[in-house]
């Protein structure tokens, strides 16, 4: 828990893994190994909502940061926040996964409207016991910045996120009459960066800049020299105590395995031994044969979907094995939007599917980054891969502005792959309580 005094303010950053109650399906495929009949509500979001509550009310924070929630059905999913006393919220504007931020209103209140960037949700409070006080200038305000950076090859665009939220810091800042914004501005600025203390956009608030020179996943991150508006370089809120900072994603090992040379992000291609399993999967399952070639009929294709998937119609397998069986968009495919064409997407009543088109649909899956969604697939078709442990990165952080000082912060761990029985999501949160300078 939390310390709690007047003069303090406490953050929770946590990735809940998409987790609506409508939307994310697949989230049990995520469970490593895979979850059997009896242990399948663990993935449900009814017994992974028991367990957010009970992390975000055993930590008891100011503030709370949540990063993958759906709009779909965000009132009723977290409704268990209003009963924990956090009754002021702001839900980011768009997309499907959104960061939300809520508050306890009797600790704080929101100073201005709230700011939405490119993916990035940044709010401006000012504490109950400031406002209190005759002083202006003891009324400070304190601005936290809620980000789900981009994933996968995308550093440019990490960078210009974090290069747009930390303007619209100070620009809010100055709109406050914050004296010396640059100096004093108390910001928190916290989420999943997607990306370790290798990534341009950690390097960018670490050390105040990045330029041409720095290259992520082979690649230049900037044209020109990129500045933080502040004076100083951002603090690692994690590196406050002398001991390595904790994992927040721990997830099991599969890319050395699932990857040809290792490489997830640059042009991935299905290792040999996956392709090996693959292959004994389509063989086990194929029925029919045409000029001494096998081949899945529909029937083996629909069976094989239910399996993984619970049922047809949904899933990228399920659109890709159609592609692959032959398929075809309409005439007017360029008038429809991404999601208006994959409803129409169907397996051809006449189609068969081919080893080198089931191959595909996995290959495609690994394109997507879905290591998970492979690797559960061939544990439940009876090809599992081999466990090599566990995957360990920090990709979940939290910074802090020279015009704050924390002091405490809370360490998350688990020695098992997230997520599992005990852990909702496949990240671990980051917690802090901070005194303004």
Not at 170 to 178: F, G, H, N, S, Y
Not at 206 to 215: A, K, M, P
Not at 277 to 290: V, W
Request: with cysteine; glycine share 6%.
């Amino acid at each position: 828990t939390m310390p709690h005094n007047p003069d303090s303010l406490s953050v929770l950053s946590y990735n809940v893994l998409l987790p609506n109650s409508v939307d994310a399906w697949w989230t049990y495929k995520m469970y490593s190994p895979p979850l059997s009949e009896s242990d399948r509500h663990i993935g449900d979001w009814v017994y992974r909502r028991k367990l957010i509550e009970q992390r975000v009310s055993n930590v008891d924070a100011d503030i709370v940061c949540f990063q993958e929630v759906s709009p779909t059905s965000f009132d009723s999913d977290f409704s268990f926040m209003t009963e924990l006393g956090y009754d002021g919220v702001e839900l980011f504007r768009k997309g499907r996964f959104r960061p939300a931020t809520f508050w306890k209103t009797k600790k704080c209140k929101l100073a201005v409207p709230a700011a939405h960037k490119d993916r990035t949700l940044l709010t401006s409070f000012i504490k109950i016991s400031d406002q209190k006080s005759n002083n202006e200038e003891e009324r400070t305000p304190w601005f936290v910045l809620n980000c789900h950076l981009q994933a996968g090859k995308q550093g440019k665009r990490r960078v210009r996120q974090m290069q747009e939220g930390t303007k619209a810091i100070i620009t809010m800042a100055k709109k406050l009459k914050v004296k010396e914004p640059e100096t004093k501005v108390a910001a928190i600025i916290c989420g999943d960066f997607n990306g370790g203390s290798e990534c341009g956009a950690v390097r960018f608030l670490e050390d105040g800049f990045v330029d041409s020179n720095f290259l992520e996943d082979g690649e230049s991150v900037s044209s020109n020299r990129k500045e933080i508006p502040m004076d100083f370089p951002l603090k690692d809120v994690a590196n406050v105590i002398e001991r390595e900072p904790p994992s927040t994603l721990v997830v099991p090992e599969l890319i050395s395995q699932m990857v040809q040379d290792g490489n997830g992000y640059e042009n991935p291609v299905l290792a040999e031994r996956v392709v090996e399993r693959l292959t004994k999967i389509f063989y086990a399952r194929a029925t029919s044969e045409i000029s001494g070639e096998k081949l899945m009929s529909l029937t083996d294709v629909e069976k094989w979907l239910v399996l993984i998937n619970g049922r047809l119609c949904r899933g990228d397998e399920y659109r890709e094995a159609g592609k692959q069986m032959g398929w075809k968009p309409p005439s007017n495919a360029d008038e429809l939007s991404h999601e208006e064409l994959k409803k129409l997407v169907t397996l051809p009543s006449e189609g068969f599917l081919s080893l080198k088109g089931f191959i595909t649909v996995y290959q495609k899956e690994l394109e997507a980054g879905k290591f998970w969604g492979i690797n559960h697939d061939l544990a439940l078709l009876g090809e599992p891969l081999d466990d090599c442990g566990v995957f360990r990165a920090r990709y979940d952080r939290m910074y802090c502005t020279s015009g704050v000082q924390p002091l405490a912060v809370i360490d998350f761990d688990s020695a098992k792959p997230c997520p599992n029985a005990e852990e909702p999501s496949d990240h671990l949160p980051v917690a802090a309580c901070f005194i303004s300078k």
